[in-house]
T-cell receptor, first 115, second 109 residues
Framework: GAVVSQHPSRVICKSGTSVKIECRSLDFQATTMFWYRQFPKQSLMLMAT?????????EQGVEKDKFLINHASLTLSTLTVTSAHPEDSSFYICSARDRTSPEAFFGQGTRLTVV | GQNIDQPTEMTATEGAIVQINCTYQ??????LFWYQQHAGEAPTFLSYNVLDGLEEKGRFSSFLSRSKGYSYLLLKELQMKDSASYLC??????????FGAGTTVTVRA
């Protein structure tokens, strides 16, 4: 199957700083990428949908100025958590869709801890 | 929301069969996925149903009834490594996925 690489897998940052998470499709072109957040023992909550070359579509309740998404190429999308606070600590997961398949492929996830 | 409901936890013994049910709102439905997720890891794809009926893939099978807004994932010949969370996800429109809260399956020896 298709491979989606997410980096870093773990990051610890100080409160008030920004963190960038990268999501790459390694062997296919992903016109659409998705960013999810997952709190412990809860399901994945879609944060935003990212389309190459256009602005991301954010889900209700997600602050677009705090969670900056850039999808500059068909193989790379980035999520920047700006001015991070401890409540932003979570597991962030990206997924990407190959237009030829209904399935979305997930990255390995990023465990963010804000101290 | 999409009101995707699945049981929170299930326990079974090694070698047994477990069925995880999932119900969802039918409006706008465009397909049903099942994913497996081990703690601290990303979900991995198990199955995709878009038409009514049973899809069998090795020890795992998935069933869909579109009119009833119902699906189940059947795990046969359970192994210890099957202990994980199983996520039911509804596809809305072209590509958006809405996930259920997940069912934690514990396999005991």
């Amino acid at each position: 199957g298709a491979v989606v690489s997410q980096h870093p897998s773990r990051v610890i940052c100080k409160s008030g700083t920004s963190v960038k998470i990268e999501c790459r499709s390694l062997d296919f072109q992903a016109t659409t990428m998705f960013w999810y957040r997952q709190f412990p023992k809860q399901s994945l909550m879609l944060m935003a949908t990212s389309n190459e070359g256009s602005k991301a579509t954010y889900e209700q309740g997600v602050e677009k100025d705090k969670f900056l998404i850039n999808h500059a190429s068909l193989t790379l999308s980035t999520l920047t958590v700006t001015s991070a606070h401890p409540e932003d600590s979570s597991f962030y997961i990206c997924s990407a869709r190959d237009r030829t398949s209904p399935e979305a492929f997930f990255g390995q996830g990023t465990r963010l801890t804000v101290v | 929301g999409q009101n995707i409901d699945q049981p929170t936890e299930m326990t079974a013994t090694e070698g047994a069969i477990v069925q995880i049910n999932c119900t969802y709102q039918t409006s706008g439905f465009n397909g049903l996925f099942w994913y497996q997720q081990h703690a601290g890891e990303a979900p991995t794809f198990l199955s995709y149903n878009v038409l009514d009926g049973l899809e069998e893939k090795g020890r795992f099978s998935s069933f869909l009834s579109r009119s009833k807004g119902y699906s189940y994932l059947l795990l046969k010949e359970l192994q210890m490594k099957d202990s994980a969370s199983y996520l039911c996800a509804r596809k809305d429109g072209d590509y958006k996925l809405s996930f259920g809260a997940g069912t934690t399956v514990t396999v005991r020896a």
